[in-house]
């Protein structure tokens, strides 16, 4: 026996030795490949506990990252294998990290550097300690903005900001200068050469971190739009010949080469157009403007970096509900280089566009938009087939978290596939009325399900999304928690078979059974039916009790 307990012991070692046996990977700010889920910085281990890895960091300020023990094409993919937490990691001290999270943690590097990352798996912490320091190059420069521009200017170097509050410096507060003739803003600016150091804003909105290049003339049309030219090059010009509406009117789609024109007015200088939109995106449509379409040669972003100076829509942070209260007001449009995009229901409409006062008017007529709470699941689940007309109904415990079990049989080599959706359709082969309501994965292909997944968070994909979840014949619980986007799959667990007489399931039938099956009778307490109906007549009652002191004095 003592022979069978050692060796009983080495397999188990030797079975958790296996299961921490992993690589370790670093990715996120700090990481030559940025945040690219495949790729990272190997750290290194000797005992499979400790990890570390040394790391250049020439990006000051706060930089976020985090750790991984596995690397996957998509970020769903990596969840559970993920370290992080929303936190600061002080330098040489030891923080707990929170495993399957996508939050990410965040140094504050003040000196660029070589750092050392230290990794515990056994306590989850880490320590990052600073093992010397790199000294950057510093770079000074002057851009020229053009007078053009609208908006604001944020800029940074190795000592802090040019600006004390954001947004920065208004563009037109910038001292003027002129080059050859042409009148353009000056600024002058000190910054570290091997990370951004300008960014360009409208107050809402911004472009992204722009390493900023000596001499160029920068022209700032709003939100995430600007262009780079030489000194003396004429900026881009919008061009207003004509103006296209954008997105889903009239059965267009998103295109930059193809877009409903409007009809000009010369006398008042506006725009009109008669619209339909048919709700394809979950009972809405979504549109923007445009003066200027993208040529077929113009495949790079397929068209729309050629359009961007030219585009313009709502004056939101998000998306523009157009509602019933709004038809016949004033819209306030966006100045070109915008790209908020009008969300508007079904419905017939006349739209009038005003570029001179830069306003929208909608009038027409809207349909009602009923926002459904019914989740369903479609695909190969409790012997369904694929049909656009059938589906699992989830239970609502609670607002936007839905639950439902479902039966796998493995009619695909031992696999299933599914994914959800929030209408079904009138006829199983239907597919085109609920695309806009079926989501699945986060992922760009069908999404495995493996034994790691059980219990832990799984990314859901946006409404309109087909793609599907693969997963392994068996009986499982789904949870749908929908204002976080995310899926937990659990194994249904099948419990002991019910002794019977062993009302409290202690393994023993004896006198605490017969207390247990009276507060069973008198609802004081709860236990098996199968186990308190001793003279298996269908019903527990005080016959019951009678038939289990019968049994304990046999």
């Given at each position: 026996?003592k022979?069978?307990?050692?060796?009983?012991?080495?397999?188990?070692?030797?079975?958790?030795?296996?299961?921490?046996?992993?690589?370790?990977?670093?990715?996120?700010?700090?990481?030559?490949d940025?945040?690219?889920?495949?790729?990272?910085?190997?750290?290194?281990?000797?005992?499979?506990?400790?990890?570390?890895?040394?790391i250049?960091?020439?990006?000051?300020?706060?930089?976020?990252?985090?750790?991984?023990?596995?690397?996957?094409p998509?970020w769903?993919?990596?969840?559970?294998?993920r370290?992080?937490?929303?936190?600061l990691?002080?330098?040489?001290?030891?923080t707990?990290?929170?495993?399957?999270?996508?939050?990410s943690?965040?140094?504050?590097?003040?000196?660029?550097?070589?750092?050392?990352?230290?990794?515990?798996?056994?306590?989850?912490?880490?320590?990052?300690?600073k093992k010397?320091?790199i000294?950057?190059?510093?770079?000074?420069?002057?851009?020229?903005?053009?007078?053009?521009?609208?908006?604001?200017?944020?800029?940074w170097?190795n000592?802090?900001?040019?600006?004390?509050?954001?947004?920065?410096?208004?563009i037109?507060?910038l001292?003027?200068?002129?080059?050859?003739?042409?009148?353009?803003?000056?600024?002058?600016?000190?910054?570290n050469?091997?990370s951004?150091g300008?960014?360009?804003?409208?107050?809402t909105?911004?472009?992204?971190?722009?390493?900023?290049?000596?001499?160029?003339?920068?022209?700032?049309?709003?939100?995430?739009?600007?262009?780079?030219?030489?000194?003396?090059?004429?900026?881009?010009?919008?061009q207003?010949?004509?103006?296209?509406i954008?997105?889903?009117?009239?059965?267009?789609?998103w295109?930059?080469?193809?877009?409903?024109?409007?009809?000009?007015?010369?006398?008042?200088?506006?725009?009109?157009?008669?619209?339909v939109?048919?709700?394809?995106?979950?009972?809405?449509?979504?549109?923007?403007?445009?003066?200027k379409?993208?040529?077929?040669?113009?495949?790079?972003n397929?068209?729309?970096?050629a359009?961007?100076?030219?585009?313009?829509?709502?004056?939101?942070?998000?998306?523009?509900?157009?509602?019933?209260?709004?038809?016949?007001e004033?819209?306030?449009?966006?100045e070109?280089?915008?790209?908020?995009?009008?969300?508007?229901?079904?419905?017939t409409?006349?739209?009038?566009?005003?570029?001179?006062?830069?306003t929208?008017?909608?009038?027409?007529?809207?349909?009602?938009?009923?926002?459904?709470?019914?989740?369903?699941?479609?695909?190969?689940?409790?012997?369904?087939?694929?049909?656009?007309?059938?589906?699992?109904?989830m239970?609502?415990?609670?607002e936007?978290?839905?639950?439902?079990?479902?039966?796998?049989?493995?009619?695909?080599?031992g696999?299933?596939?599914?994914?959800?959706?929030?209408?079904?359709a009138?006829?199983?082969?239907?597919?085109?009325?609920?695309?806009?309501?079926?989501?699945?994965?986060?992922?760009?292909?069908?999404?495995?399900?493996?034994?790691?997944?059980?219990?832990?968070?799984?990314?859901?994909?946006?409404?309109?999304?087909?793609?599907?979840?693969?997963?392994?014949?068996?009986?499982?619980t789904?949870?749908?928690?929908?204002?976080?986007g995310?899926?937990?799959?659990?194994?249904?667990?099948?419990?002991?078979?019910?002794?019977?007489?062993?009302?409290?399931?202690?393994?023993?039938?004896?006198?605490?059974?017969?207390?247990?099956?009276?507060?069973?009778?008198?609802?004081?307490?709860?236990?098996n039916?199968?186990?308190?109906?001793?003279?298996?007549?269908?019903?527990?009652?005080?016959?019951?009790v009678?038939?289990?002191?019968?049994?304990i004095?046999?």
């Amino acid at each position: 026996m003592k022979k069978n307990f050692t060796l009983f012991l080495m397999m188990l070692a030797a079975m958790v030795s296996f299961q921490v046996s992993a690589d370790m990977w670093i990715i996120g700010a700090i990481s030559p490949d940025g945040w690219t889920p495949s790729k990272g910085v190997q750290m290194t281990t000797e005992d499979n506990d400790v990890y570390t890895v040394d790391i250049d960091v020439k990006s000051l300020g706060n930089q976020y990252f985090c750790l991984t023990s596995k690397l996957d094409p998509n970020w769903s993919g990596i969840l559970a294998y993920r370290y992080g937490g929303d936190k600061l990691v002080p330098f040489d001290t030891e923080t707990a990290l929170i495993q399957n999270t996508d939050k990410s943690p965040y140094c504050k590097f003040e000196e660029a550097g070589t750092y050392t990352f230290t990794f515990k798996v056994s306590t989850k912490t880490l320590k990052v300690t600073k093992k010397s320091t790199i000294e950057l190059p510093k770079f000074n420069g002057t851009i020229f903005v053009s007078k053009t521009s609208r908006g604001n200017i944020w800029a940074w170097d190795n000592d802090g900001n040019y600006f004390d509050e954001w947004p920065g410096q208004a563009i037109s507060a910038l001292p003027d200068t002129t080059v050859a003739g042409t009148a353009y803003y000056k600024f002058s600016y000190t910054h570290n050469a091997s990370s951004p150091g300008l960014i360009f804003n409208d107050g809402t909105a911004q472009t992204g971190d722009i390493t900023p290049e000596d001499g160029k003339v920068y022209t700032y049309m709003g939100g995430s739009t600007y262009t780079v030219s030489d000194l003396g090059a004429e900026p881009p010009t919008p061009q207003t010949d004509g103006v296209y509406i954008l997105g889903e009117v009239n059965g267009y789609g998103w295109s930059a080469y193809d877009a409903f024109m409007m009809t000009r007015n010369g006398e008042t200088n506006t725009y009109t157009a008669d619209v339909v939109t048919d709700g394809a995106s979950a009972g809405y449509s979504y549109f923007s403007f445009t003066t200027k379409l993208a040529e077929p040669t113009d495949t790079a972003n397929q068209g729309w970096d050629a359009i961007a100076p030219y585009r313009f829509g709502a004056i939101a942070e998000g998306d523009f509900l157009m509602t019933k209260e709004l038809l016949g007001e004033e819209l306030a449009l966006s100045e070109l280089g915008g790209t908020t995009a009008f969300k508007i229901p079904a419905g017939t409409y006349e739209f009038e566009l005003n570029l001179d006062t830069r306003t929208l008017i909608i009038t027409g007529e809207m349909e009602e938009i009923v926002e459904s709470k019914d989740v369903y699941i479609i695909g190969e689940v409790n012997s369904n087939g694929w049909a656009a007309n059938v589906g699992v109904k989830m239970d609502m415990t609670e607002e936007n978290i839905y639950t439902a079990d479902i039966a796998c049989d493995g009619a695909n080599e031992g696999y299933n596939y599914f994914s959800f959706t929030k209408k079904l359709a009138e006829t199983e082969d239907d597919w085109a009325s609920i695309s806009a309501y079926r989501f699945g994965a986060n992922s760009e292909d069908d999404f495995w399900i493996t034994d790691e997944h059980y219990g832990n968070v799984i990314g859901l994909g946006a409404m309109g999304s087909t793609v599907s979840f693969r997963i392994a014949e068996g009986d499982y619980t789904i949870t749908l928690n929908l204002a976080e986007g995310t899926m937990v799959v659990k194994q249904a667990t099948t419990g002991p078979i019910p002794v019977h007489g062993d009302v409290n399931g202690d393994g023993i039938v004896n006198v605490s059974d017969v207390t247990s099956l009276i507060n069973k009778i008198l609802a004081v307490a709860d236990f098996n039916d199968e186990a308190c109906d001793i003279n298996a007549d269908g019903m527990v009652n005080v016959s019951d009790v009678t038939a289990l002191v019968n049994m304990i004095l046999e």
